[in-house]
């Protein structure tokens, strides 16, 4: 209680909604409730746990999970219903009265002295009354035993068993999905009877040399994020020995809350960034012992964090999530946590195109919220010769609630490569791109490049997925000036489809996309003096020109800037080596200090960089001065 902001007297504690105890304000500030335990359903896999005041208002609250189907069995002791901590550990009384809730799969033998519950045919789990618990009594998945009790008066240990050793082999590469095996080292005429991981049936070799290989068992999410329990059952004669033993499997990966279960996300699948920040993820580590960090591509996202939480922060431009060892000189190489991480706004689910058939072409568009199609609304539809067309309010409709609109394409001639959800003022909503959207890139050429390199940049494409990056960066130094332009600009060259400055500048987040498609990038001939003229045609003199270039393309990537600096001065008729360069970058320099907002050092690194091979003499001084 200490760590929530308490303030009244009391407060009432309700679980789903109904009041089950008074929290009262002690003398010393402590918050504490006279009542010991508080009932909950026996088949609730989480309950909703609110403090409210005396006047009904929320405080505080948290989902509470009663019962974790991926842990397998709860055992409850009667008749007051306490639930047994460790079911696969847990000492149980003989003769004593239980009720078992296991996964349905599970058969509580022998049944003549069990009896099954009924509970309808909607539930996940089977119900057991034990009314007196026996020696022989046992849990079996296809008349494999799983689970066996543990008595507090049980047999003694025979005396061979601490020759019985148990041991594994780890995997491969430590990667959710690989598997784990087990081996066992018997004594002299033992033998194994059954093998099995929570509730999970395990298969075993013929000893071989005394030894037994049991598995191979998958890492899965549900394995890799609980504490399983190895039961194992060793037979030597007439003495049985049962072997309960907590193992710690550790896997890499990222885990994805479902209700009450942990799904493995699949690394070859991509990632929703507007999803990865609303849903509950872990990110499991093989070695806890060392310092791991995210990345999206080069663009670090924080410290792994041991425990449930959201991904936020994602830029979705299709670059990889990994996880990667933090610090100088990493021993392990990066996992891959997500094949590319995409964005489709904050509206938009996703986009389906209806199959081809005897009725019309067909665009839905499944939303996240409901929303009622009006005149402030617009669909984008870029198609895959380069063409776009605008959709508006009145052409979309929704019969479902509003939680899916509809577009008929039968007009279109030809195939929708990507689409936009435009709200009031032409604000994103959404944007999803289909596998054709690189087709359209390429035949934007023929037509309209600014309109091209707009559309791939308000449609938050992925251009860094390694799928379509190369296509991206030839589309770029095909066209550099007019490529450049339009996504360094602050405004749209297509009317009514404004870009979202606030958005992008979040984590530089597209400017650091721009830096990845610009790597090892060097301006053809040519290719220097007409980027000149599309990035500075308001500038009046040459050194203001290039002033206003350097300022512009160091945003994104100052190396880049310097190759363009050098290759301009290269191809420049009216540089000559010596004085006339001195002079201009001199000039240069005076531009650049002029410009409040640019970073001394960044231009002075910039101007040196470039410098080579046209002035190999020249060094700037500290306050960026050029001398020979």
């Not at 023929?446 to 791939?456: F, P, R």
């Not at 001939?525 to 300022?551: F, K, M, N, Y």
Request: aromatic share 6%; hydrophobic share 40%.
């Amino acid at each position: 209680m200490s760590s929530l902001e308490l303030s009244e007297p009391s407060y009432h504690l309700l679980l789903d909604g109904r009041k089950c105890a008074q929290i009262i304000r002690q003398p010393d500030g402590e918050y504490v409730t006279p009542v010991d335990d508080i009932p909950l359903e026996w088949d609730a896999t989480q309950s909703l746990a609110e403090l409210r005041d005396a006047n009904g208002m929320l405080a505080e609250s948290m989902v509470l999970t009663v019962r974790d189907p991926s842990s397998g069995m709860k055992i409850y002791q009667l008749p007051n219903g306490t639930a047994v901590d460790e079911p696969t550990k847990d000492a149980l009384r003989l003769g004593a009265p239980y009720v078992f809730v296991m996964p349905r799969r599970c058969v509580l033998r022998p049944q003549a002295q069990a009896q099954q519950v009924a509970v309808g045919a909607n539930t996940d789990v089977g119900v057991w009354h034990v009314p007196a618990l026996s020696t022989d009594m046992d849990v079996a998945v296809n008349d494999r035993v799983v689970w066996q009790p543990c008595l507090v008066d049980g047999p003694q240990q025979p005396a061979w068993a601490g020759q019985v050793h148990v041991g594994r082999a780890e995997p491969h590469d430590h990667c959710l999905g690989g598997q784990v095996t087990f081996t066992v080292r018997l004594p002299t005429g033992a033998y194994l009877r059954y093998a099995a991981i929570d509730l999970q049936p395990l298969d075993f070799s013929e000893p071989e040399f005394e030894r037994v290989q049991i598995g191979p068992l998958e890492l899965t999410a549900a394995i890799v994020s609980g504490r399983p329990t190895l039961l194992l059952c060793v037979q030597r004669e007439m003495d049985t020995l049962v072997i309960r033993e907590h193992v710690e499997l550790r896997a890499s990966g990222l885990v994805r809350r479902d209700g009450s279960t942990w799904t493995a996300v699949d690394p070859t699948d991509p990632l929703l960034a507007e999803a990865a920040a609303r849903e509950v993820y872990r990110v499991l580590v093989h070695d806890e012992s060392k310092q791991w960090c995210l990345r999206e591509g080069g663009t670090p996202i924080g410290r792994v964090v041991h425990r449930s939480t959201q991904l936020t922060g994602l830029n979705g431009y299709g670059a990889n999530l990994v996880m990667a060892q933090d610090g100088f000189n990493p021993i392990e190489e990066p996992r891959e946590l997500a094949q590319g991480v995409e964005s489709r706004g904050t509206q938009l689910r996703r986009a389906i195109l209806a199959e081809p058939g005897p009725g019309p072409a067909l665009l839905q568009l499944e939303l996240y919220h409901r929303l009622e199609p009006s005149g402030a609304h617009r669909c984008l539809c870029w198609l895959v010769d380069g063409r776009y067309r605008f959709y508006s309010g009145d052409e979309i409709v929704s019969d479902d609630g509003w939680h899916t609109w509809k577009i008929d394409l039968s007009e279109l001639d030809a195939e929708v490569a990507a689409v936009g959800l435009l709200g009031a003022a032409g604000t994103r909503l959404g944007g999803q791109g289909f596998t054709t959207w690189p087709q359209a890139l390429q035949n934007s050429t023929s037509c309209d490049v600014a309109s091209g390199a707009a559309l791939l940049r308000w449609l938050h494409l992925p251009v860094l997925d390694d799928r379509y990056r190369s296509v991206v960066r030839t589309f770029l130094r095909r066209h550099p000036a007019v490529v450049l332009q339009t996504w360094l600009a602050d405004e749209s060259p297509i009317p009514g489809l404004p870009f979202d400055l606030e958005e992008e500048a979040r984590n530089w987040a597209w400017h650091a996309a721009v830096r990845r498609l610009m790597w090892k990038w060097r301006p053809q001939p040519g290719q220097a003096q007409s980027i000149l003229q599309a990035l500075a045609r308001d500038a009046e003199t040459v050194p203001s020109q290039v002033a206003a270039v350097i300022s512009q393309l160091s945003e994104c990537d100052p190396l880049s800037t310097a190759r363009w600096f050098r290759s301009w001065l290269e191809e420049s008729p009216a540089i000559k080596i010596g004085d006339d360069a001195t002079e201009l970058i001199k000039a240069v320099c005076c531009e650049l200090f002029g410009m409040a907002a640019f970073d001394r050092q960044r231009m002075v690194a910039i101007v040196e960089a470039s410098l080579q091979p046209c002035c190999r003499e020249m060094r700037l001084s500290a306050d960026g001065e050029a001398f020979l």
